[in-house]
């Protein structure tokens, strides 16, 4: 059931009892900013751990376990061009419970409090102990980032990528300048305009009655969602064009053990005839299963790389490899990744691959039925960019057309766009 309460504030409900838990989700969507990304990030952490009525991270936790050990998250994450501020609680199905009736009710309560509900000192801060505590922590995790230089080689490769999109550059989880010089009462007035002008789909998967819970949601929410006129949601996607034309190259060095690569290409739309789930089969084979050509090549026979891998992000057509290797091997590695590329242009893959390919991309397709998430995802995009998503018959309709001059035709139709080298000692 889909339902719009008001106007940017849309409930989707999914009736389902094969699992044994109901999850209760709520985002907040607005477009990606680069002054913004940081403070989403804490206020997401502010407010799940305290609340006017459970003033302490303890305190959630114990009402956690009142309600059968209920799990409350919340997180920010990149949606397309938009920064996704989601809150969510999954819960026992009330069903498996002896007497407990009210277990929709509790949790979504809980929920309700953590989102509108925050810990304040006053009308114009939150409480100093849960924003210093939060901030501390925060930047804590942003400094351990240099730590990791898979990561810091795949953020190098991003600000190639998007370069000419400021509002990308800098990480969905925050900068460690800006939160430096956040406020208490920077973040309480920002959690005002958020809460009252992002686009908010409410979603709820497991065993629910979904006129009760829409009623319930009306009736705890109204004058908290249903009252503002939301700003609206527009999709735009990035062109690469001029990184086709120039591709972008970076390189740094530090006293690491071991050396990264990160290579980004676009993925230039094939014929609509061909499947959609050509570019997939091409990036299994190519470098995103444990059987592909870079992963038995360039590491297996070769031994030019500790770890090398490819994956593929539908949602803006880029493909992106990346491997760990000893600096003097940086070369080979990346003559030997050119050669797998054509490898793939030739159309030298066997029959066998492309079974194996389509045999995995089927098997992902079944097992991700089997996680609640999947049909908050699925209601999700079919809210925000209902294009991307298939149905199980068109799935099994495109992946029976899928054949080798559809993988063929992707890997001509790769771009190399940027590539990061990261070079140790």
């Known amino acids: 059931m889909r339902e719009v309460l008001a106007k940017n504030v849309v409930l989707n409900v999914k009736p389902l009892t094969q699992f044994r838990t109901i999850k209760i989700q709520i985002n907040f969507l607005r477009p990606i900013n680069k002054d913004e990304s940081t403070k989403r990030r804490l206020l997401a952490n502010v407010l799940s751990n305290s609340t006017k009525k459970y003033p302490s991270f303890k305190a959630i936790n114990d009402r956690e376990m009142e309600l059968y050990g209920a799990e409350v998250n919340a997180y920010t994450r990149s949606l397309l061009n938009f920064n996704d501020l989601g809150f969510s609680v999954e819960f026992a199905d009330p069903s498996f419970l002896i007497g407990d009736t009210d277990q929709v009710e509790n949790n979504l309560d809980l929920l309700g409090d953590i989102i509108f509900e925050p810990n304040l000192a006053s009308d114009t801060e939150f409480d100093s102990t849960a924003f210093n505590v939060e901030k501390r922590n925060m930047m804590s995790n942003l400094q351990a980032v240099q730590d990791n230089q898979d990561l810091v080689s795949m953020l190098e490769l991003s600000k190639l990528i998007h370069q000419d999109e400021p509002n990308k550059l800098i990480p969905i989880f925050g900068n460690e300048d800006q939160l430096r010089d956040l406020t208490n009462a920077q973040l309480l007035d920002y959690y005002h305009d958020a ?229 140790g000692e």
């Open 195 to 423: 809460i009252a002008n992002d686009f908010v789909l409410i979603n709820v998967v497991g065993n629910v009655d979904p006129e009760k819970f829409a009623n319930l949601v009306k009736d705890k929410f109204s004058a908290r969602l249903l009252k503002q006129k939301r700003n609206d949601l527009s999709i735009k996607f990035e062109k690469f064009d001029k990184l086709i034309a120039d591709p972008a190259h970076g390189q740094d060095k530090k006293e690491v053990n071991q050396s990264r690569l990160a290579i980004g290409y676009y993925v230039e739309k094939i014929d609509k005839e061909f499947s959609h789930l050509a570019p997939q089969a091409m990036n299994l084979i190519l470098g995103g299963d444990d059987q592909s050509q870079l992963f038995l090549q360039v590491r297996e026979k070769n031994s030019l790389a500790y770890s090398v891998s490819s994956s593929y992000s539908p949602n803006n057509h880029l493909l992106t490899i990346t491997a760990g290797l000893d600096a003097k091997t940086i070369k080979q590695a990346m003559d030997l990744i050119e050669v797998q590329l054509d490898f793939m242009r030739s159309g030298k893959f066997t029959d066998e691959q492309i079974e194996h390919a389509k045999k995995v991309l089927f098997t992902r397709r079944q097992i991700s039925s089997d996680n609640i998430q999947h049909y908050i995802m699925r209601s999700i995009w079919e809210s925000v960019y209902p294009k991307a998503m298939l149905s199980e018959e068109a799935y099994k309709a495109e992946l029976d057309k899928l054949d080798r001059k559809h993988i063929i035709a992707v890997a001509n139709n790769l771009h190399l766009i940027a590539d990061y080298k990261l070079i």
